[in-house]
């Protein structure tokens, strides 16, 4: 029996982040969007429809990172900073103009700032491996 890679703890908390994440955004969009639009009841059908389409992208980039291996799950780690890096200054930009209530403003840029820097820890855990072993 196969057993599967050892991967650092960053990337299984990414991975689960995007889990989770991306469930969330495909199986129930209009919880999302009601943290973004609270006063569109019922929520957009583009909103929902741009929720499912980055849900299932989310979803497939998290098992991503729990199937993927070698140079293409460094590849994966290299993609997912520019990823969320861009995710967090969308999210900034987004509640510096007031585009979203403050508080969601504050709750996604710090969900994408995490990703972010899990994204740059797994990357660096994959480049020194050595540093994660025990002596």
């Known amino acids: 029996m196969a057993t599967a890679p050892s991967r650092p703890v960053p990337v299984y908390l990414l991975a689960a982040i995007r889990l989770v994440n991306g469930a969330a955004g ?18 957009s059908p583009a909103a929902v429809y741009a929720f499912r389409l980055f849900g299932i992208r989310t ?15 460094r590849d994966d780690l290299r993609e997912a900073i ?13 509640g510096l103009h007031g585009h979203v209530p403050p508080r969601t403003a504050v709750l996604t840029t710090l969900i994408s700032a995490v ?20 002596a």
């Open 82 to 94: 520019l990823i969320h890096g861009s995710d967090t200054a969308t999210a900034a930009t987004v």
């Open 115 to 134: 990703n972010t820097a899990l994204s740059i820890s797994a990357t660096a855990a994959l480049a020194n491996p050595a540093k994660d072993k025990p």
């Open 59 to 73: 979803v497939l980039l998290g098992l991503g990172l729990l199937t993927h291996s070698g140079e293409r799950l």
């Open 26 to 43: 495909l199986l129930a969009p209009d919880l999302l969007i009601r943290r973004f639009d609270p006063d569109s009841d019922p929520p």
